[in-house]
């Protein structure tokens, strides 16, 4: 029995001086269904500790289930938390998960999902929010696949100008 498999991608699209506007995709069928707005921190050739987003790339996903941040989202949403959203073996970085957040303050390269999201041209620090209604909505269907042995990848796709 073939194990079930979910594809996400990260489309960004804007890279100011402290975030990164992007869109996140759910590309697993035929269709690309959007799942929410998203925001990381800047893009930078030199990384700098808790201000550097990812690189380009795909990356698998898996769930932490050590640490504060699961401490805290075990207790912040009981029986729906089943671990972190754990961005696996980033070159050069460690612990990038998926989580709650409003803006670049709330990310250490980590991925924040939200249900709306400000031109970070107009607001440098960038902004998403309804971060936890959104958290909420998306976590579980990929909790879900993780939990009944599937794999999940994550796609980060650069289409904002960073060089």
């Known amino acids: 029995m073939k194990q079930p498999e979910m594809q996400l991608e990260v ?5 100011e001086r402290d975030s990164t506007n992007g869109l996140l995709f759910d590309i697993t069928g035929e269709c690309r269904n959007f799942l929410s707005y998203t925001l990381e921190d800047e893009y930078r050739k030199e ?14 996903i898996t769930l932490r ?40 303050e709330h990310t250490s390269g980590c991925l924040l999902l939200g ?23 998306v976590y579980p269907h990929i909790a879900e696949v993780l939990e ?3 794999v999940v990848t994550i796609t980060y796709t650069d289409y904002d100008s960073v060089d």
């Open 47 to 60: 990384k700098v500790m808790h201000e550097t987003r990812i690189p380009a790339g795909t990356y698998e």
């Open 148 to 150: 009944n042995g599937g």
């Open 11 to 15: 489309v960004r699209f804007s890279s």
């Open 65 to 104: 289930t050590v640490g504060g941040f699961h401490a805290k989202y075990t207790e912040r949403y009981g029986d729906m938390h089943k671990g972190m959203l754990w961005v696996r073996n980033v070159p050069g970085f460690e612990y990038i998960l998926i989580h709650t957040g409003n803006t670049d």
């Open 115 to 137: 249900d709306s999201q400000t031109n970070n041209q107009i607001k440098q620090d960038g902004f998403v929010g309804s971060s936890t209604n959104n958290y909420k909505r």
